[in-house]
């Protein structure tokens, strides 16, 4: 069976610093990775997936991530944080097409003036 | 129309009371989910429809009953609650078959008393 580890529950940072959260995943066959935000008291939004093809893969608000096989990991990056980027961040893994979305603990990103 | 839309937004709830939540979805997905999220944990699954029919439910009490009256309408119906399901209900869809990435409503805040 998948599972996702995010390895920071909180990170803290200020605006206009880059930011890196972490995510590795365990699985033994070919998986499908997501990134999705979640401000307070709203739902889920899908901010980054990788399916196939290229292994970095860009959103339209500045974020980025980078699948690395040989690593397990799909960590998310932005080169300059908001303060309206201050949300919950969780990763999650498909496998095959089975439905099932298997999610991280999440990382609480806040960013500070 | 890229929306997932919920209702009602927030409901609160006796243990002897039957009440419905309600999804919808006009971007012609043939996958509905419903998720339980409570604070500060991911979200986890409790069932998944595909082309209007169940095909899972992750061993959720009977007191929660799915229902897909189309393609585009996805119902819980909610009878003789617990105060530990009171949470943030999500509900989801997909493409299906050839779609992967999920894509969530803004959530229903139930409170069981």
């Known amino acids: 069976a998948q599972s996702v580890t995010q390895l920071d529950s909180q990170v803290p940072v200020f605006e206009e610093a880059p930011v890196e959260l972490r995510c590795n995943y365990s699985s033994s066959v070919s998986v499908y990775l997501f990134w999705y935000v979640q401000y307070p008291n709203q739902g889920l939004q899908l901010l980054l997936k990788y399916l196939s093809g290229s292994t970095l893969v860009e959103s339209i608000n500045g974020f980025e991530a980078e699948f690395n096989k040989s690593q397990t990991s799909f960590h998310l990056r932005k080169p300059s944080v908001h303060i309206s980027d201050t949300a919950e961040y969780f990763c999650?893994?498909?496998?095959?097409?089975?439905?099932?979305?298997?999610f991280g603990k999440g990382t609480l990103l806040t960013v500070n003036p | 129309d890229t929306e997932v839309t919920q209702t009602p937004k927030h409901l609160v709830m006796g243990m002897t009371n039957k009440k419905s939540l309600k999804c919808e979805q006009h971007m012609g997905h043939r996958a509905m989910y419903w998720y339980k999220q409570k604070a500060k944990k991911p979200p986890e699954l409790m069932f998944v429809?595909?082309?209007?029919?169940?095909?899972i439910n992750e061993s959720v009490p009977s007191r929660f009953s799915p229902e897909c009256p189309n393609s585009s309408l996805l119902n819980l119906h909610l009878h003789a609650l617990q105060p530990e399901d009171s949470a943030l209900y999500l509900c989801?869809?997909?493409?299906?078959?050839?779609?992967?990435?999920?894509?969530f409503g803004p959530g229903t805040r139930l409170t069981v008393t």
């Open positions: 999650a893994v498909m496998v095959g097409s089975n439905y099932k979305l298997t």
């Open positions: 429809y595909s082309y209007e029919k169940l095909s």
């Open positions: 989801a869809s997909s493409q299906g078959d050839r779609g992967r990435e999920q894509y």
